[in-house]
């Protein structure tokens, strides 16, 4: 009996060892791949504590010389609690806007049955195939003709809409149950009665996504607002970048200065958030599969 059962112990025992393999191998893999993803970051942290102009040998490169005075004069460059709240104000609204239009189009797009349904949405999906800086000069000029120049408006209203959003939402009310929003009506409830207490819980994982993927592409924007705003009162963080650039150079310590200190708010908001995230990915994969 013994005899029997070796080979089947044998059998477990590589199992494992080859599964154990497999785990370690992934996460030598994982870790790898966060430390180069990290490489960028610790440059630019090496350098915003290097003196002007140090940066020709390894050591430069890899080794900080400790200037904390690089960050003073970053922080003196520019109005930065201002362009921190005006980012601020600008993301939130802007996270705002997206919500609704994508949770309002999303549901109309999903569950209500109109003529041309299909073809509006074809059209929503075209705008993805327009370069966004083709229409930057006529954006320009119609902001100009309506006076949105400097203002706020004009850095929120213009993405207050997400096609991605929009198409995101749309596949999560397309794998629901269609039984659900027809007892619903039975029940006397509106459309947006519906959309508020039966639809608005189920797509909750999409929502998270879209706030977070607006909130970091409006944190991050930078060429829109240059263009469009010449006030410092209205102006974001990463405008405020540009005040290093200057007719002698780029002060290269006191931007990576600037760069670490606009984004730890960012990357701290992501740390916290990050198991969300990866439930409403998770999540709005298996909505895009259905």
Same mark, same amino acid.
């Given at each position: ?10 059998? @477990? $025992?590589?199992?494992?060892? @080859? ?23 610790? *440059? ?16 430069? /490169? ?7 005075? $690089? *960050? !003073? ?8 609690? @201002? ?53 930057? /000069?006529?954006? *320009?000029?119609? !902001?100009?003709? /309506?006076?949105?120049?400097?203002? *706020? ?57 879209? !706030? ?18 010449? $006030? ?9 970048? !540009? ?48």
């Amino acid at each position: 009996m013994t005899t029997l059962l070796q080979p089947e112990v044998r059998h @477990r $025992n590589s199992f494992r060892r @080859r599964a154990s393999a497999r785990t370690a191998l992934s996460r030598t893999l994982a870790v790898v791949i966060g430390l180069l993803f990290l490489v960028p970051f610790y *440059y630019v942290v090496v350098t915003s504590l290097n003196s002007a102009g140090r940066s020709s040998s390894v050591s430069d /490169i890899l080794l900080p010389h400790w200037q904390w005075g $690089n *960050y !003073a004069r970053a922080w003196a460059a520019a109005p930065w609690p @201002r362009l921190f709240l005006n980012t601020l104000l600008i993301a939130g609204a802007t996270v705002l806007l997206a919500l609704a239009t994508s949770l309002l189009a999303g549901f109309a797009f999903g569950v209500m049955r109109f003529r041309g349904r299909g073809l509006l949405f074809g059209l929503v999906l075209a705008v993805l195939m327009v370069p966004s800086t083709v229409l930057i /000069i006529p954006d *320009y000029m119609i !902001a100009n003709d /309506i006076h949105w120049l400097d203002t *706020y408006w004009i850095q929120i209203v213009p993405w207050g809409a997400s096609v991605f959003g929009i198409f995101l939402v749309r596949q999560f009310f397309l794998g629901l149950p269609q039984e659900l929003f027809d007892a619903a009506e039975l029940d006397g409830a509106g459309r947006l009665r519906m959309l508020w207490s039966v639809g608005m819980p189920m797509v909750r994982p999409a929502l998270l996504i879209i !706030a977070l993927n607006v909130f970091m592409a409006s944190w991050n924007s930078f060429l829109w607002p240059f263009i469009m705003t010449q $006030n410092p009162d209205v102006q974001p963080v990463e405008v405020g970048l !540009a005040a290093f650039a200057g007719v002698d150079g780029t002060d290269y310590p006191a931007l990576s200065a600037a760069v670490v200190f606009t984004t730890v708010p960012v990357l701290g908001f992501f740390l916290v958030l990050q198991r969300h995230f990866i439930t409403g990915a998770m999540s709005a994969a298996g909505g895009v599969r259905g």
